[in-house]
C-alpha cells in the first residue's frame, strides 16, 4: 500500500534519530551546528533575510509602518513554533 503524499516517513525519521544518537554517544560533542543569518533592510519595515541556502523576505503591516508586502517577522516566528 503506498503512503499518501504529505505523511511523515516514520522509518526514515527514526533512522535519522538513530545515527545522530550512535555518532553523539561515539563522539560527544560532535553534534555542535553553528547557524548564521543575514538580513539586509530594503525599505521602510521590508527585509530580506537569508540562512543558508534559504531567502526569506518579510515586512510589517502599514499600522507598523511597512507594506504588508510579506509576513512580519512575529508571523514567522509563530509559524517555526509549528515545527
Do not use: W
Not at 555542535?32 to 538580513?39: D, G, M, P, S, Y
Request: aromatic share 8%; charged share 30%.
Amino acid at each position: 500500500m503506498t503512503e499518501p503524499e504529505g505523511r511523515v516517513d516514520l522509518a526514515n525519521s527514526k533512522r535519522a534519530y538513530d545515527e545522530a544518537r550512535a555518532r553523539y554517544i561515539e563522539k560527544p560533542g560532535s553534534s555542535t551546528v553553528t547557524l548564521r543569518a543575514t538580513a539586509r533592510l530594503v525599505q521602510n519595515a521590508l527585509l530580506e533575510g537569508r540562512i543558508g541556502k534559504y531567502h526569506f523576505t518579510c515586512d510589517e503591516p502599514p499600522a507598523r509602518g511597512g507594506e504588508d508586502k510579506a509576513a512580519s517577522p512575529l508571523e514567522y516566528f509563530l509559524v517555526g513554533t509549528a515545527f
